[in-house]
């Protein structure tokens, strides 16, 4: 999804550079009054608005999107990383528990055999 709105962005400032070249070089050659000029330069530059906005909102969305569904995801492997760390914390517990009562086993053996 990242990748598509990479593109989408490139294309859109393809576009906004290819309407920004446009207009100059029309206003180069083309013979018109000021007024009649900078009404097509305020209507480009509306037009350039317009779509840098709706941009702007998908790419919004396609980030609300993106953490809508990777922050679930995110959550359930922190919660399954937390239980994992519990039983492996209880395993050397019970292990220690066990070295613990061989340890004593031991002793109480070496102790009987003198």
Do not use: H
């Not at 593109?7 to 180069?28: E, N």
């Not at 990383?81 to 002793?107: H, I, P, Q, S, W």
């Amino acid at each position: 999804m990242e990748k598509e709105i990479l593109k989408d962005w490139k294309f859109w400032a393809s576009i906004g550079a290819g309407f920004i070249s446009g207009a100059v070089v029309a206003l180069m050659y083309a013979p018109m009054e000021g007024t009649e000029a900078r009404k097509k330069v305020r209507d480009l530059a509306d037009d350039l608005a317009c779509g840098a906005s709706y941009t702007a909102k998908r790419a919004a969305n396609a980030a609300q999107n993106s953490l809508t569904m990777y922050g679930g995801t995110v959550q359930k492997a922190g919660t399954q990383v937390d239980r994992l760390f519990k039983a492996v914390t209880a395993g050397v517990d019970e292990a220690n528990r066990v070295r613990e009562a061989y340890k004593e086993r031991a002793k109480a053996a070496r102790n009987s055999s003198r």
